[in-house]
């Protein structure tokens, strides 16, 4: 049964993101107006800084690289209030961004940037070794690495963020014209359902779409002025300005790029950044700014359910904070608001739907408490009888339709779902039909009242606190340890961390001659950054169950996890 949105359809503009975000008719507050503010220096970007930064930069792009429409700029950084000038920038002169997490080693890092092709790299001071090396090993010069943070390169060898605006202010460049439905605005990386980290084309309508899905799930309950008078929840008096958010999640995740980098340049909303999570200074800024909203992912409720530094700062601001990327507990979200008065209501998405499909509403938080929310305007969805469909095209496979209230797959149809994987037909082929419907590899079901909720995974991928793990990569590694002849990885729950943690099966070449294990994990470590560690151990075992045409039976992998863990 195809299900579609209960909110009305929305008219969006097929227009690119810079357009769409600095050149409205419709804004309603002034440039003037703050957007990003670091959490610790306090230092201020307002819209108009952003604005011109964005087009400065561009322009020293197209002056100082020779840039095309088309060009790959990869930034590898935590996030850092002089990214989105960075990503409009690289926009406007016609680029696509490709964001990396900054923990990968140099080979994860080498493999986007050899997958993406990109053309110029930015980073941060304290992680230009593991940049300088891995552009090395791809062809990247260093005056192709663009340096953030204060800190200026001595050598002139790579160029500071600043350097690069400053060649742009002298330069008369005009923005690029882009086909918006067409043109990759983002490539983020994404195991999708099997396999490898691959390239997820999301194209400027694709991210304008989910900009503007955004808005209307939070019913414009985010304000920037404080004035609006029909909020489901009303701002703590008094209402000085509007509302605030706490952007703790990394840009580099298209959770964090879209709600976080994007959204605020839109609803006009105050965000301030603070790059590395950590408990204490959370709740500091949440106080110190009255923070009304956060968006948060499961291992942070969990803080806020049980770690005793919580209950010492006003954390009353907060008028609804959002858990997303990975499941989440009713029990947890009614601990916290128990112990705090903090509403949590979740968000359900994937990098390959830019991101977000289920939001939770305001108004009725209460009722729908533990579920991801209803689906968002101008989209469509329908719960299917899981199939494996690894060797196929996913148009020539029909799924079988379940009705409201049974358990399946979701596939889902609507503006932002991507436009494939880059330089990756099969792979495309195998999770989105040539009429538009999209495979998530997520298993769940829909109540009466609309809203979701996901129950398991088809698809191989394991989250570490909201990160993607690909099992397939973590194989690859594994198998060129000596003495490694089979293995395969999982996923285990962590209640204690609230998340899963990847844990290994292994074959040893010889039984008799077993594998020091804490040398295995050893090497493993300084192979993979360190949200794919293998937290969950290593098992050793006789062989790995396998079907008939050699795919890992994970699901008796699971099962032989869940009987340990009860033995
Ligand atoms: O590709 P990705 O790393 O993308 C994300 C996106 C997170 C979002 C998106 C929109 C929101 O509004 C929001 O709050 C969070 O993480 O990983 C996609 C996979 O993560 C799992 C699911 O398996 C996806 O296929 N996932 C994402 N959100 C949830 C979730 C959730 N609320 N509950 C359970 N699993």
Redesign the pocket.
Known sequence: MVTKSRHSDLDLPSVDIFTFLFKRTNRKFPDSHPIFRDGLTDKTYTFGDVQQFAEDFGKGLRSQYDWQKGDVLAISSLSDIDMPPIIFGTLWAGGTVSTANPGYTVREISHQLQDSGAKCVVTHYSNIETVKEACGTVGIADDHIIILGDKKDSTGRFKHWTSVCDLGKATRFAAQKLDPKNDAAFLVY?SGTTGKPKGVKLSHYNITSNVLQLQVAERFNLTWDGSQTTRDIPLPEPRTGGDKILACLPFF???GLN?LALSPLYSGVTTIVLSRFDVDTWCQLVQKHKITYS?VVPPIVLYLAKHPTVSSYDLSSLRMT???????TRELIEQVYKRLGIRIK???????TS???Y?GAWDSWDVDIGT?GALLPNLMVKICEPFDNSSGDAAAAIPRELGLGETGELHVKGPNVFEGYHGNPKATAECLSSDGWFR???VGYINERGNLF?TD?VKE?I?YK?F?VPPAELEGYLVDFPGVVDCAVIGIYNKELATEVPRAYVVTENPLKPLDIQELQRWFSSRVANHKKLRGGIRLVEQIPKNSSGKILRKDLKAMALAESEA
């Open positions: 994404s995740h298209i959770y709600v968006y959002q858990s997303g990327a990975a499941p989440l979740q968000g359900y998405g994937l990098s390959e991101p977000c499909l939001q991801c998530t590899g997520d996901i995974r991928l989250k909201g993607q």
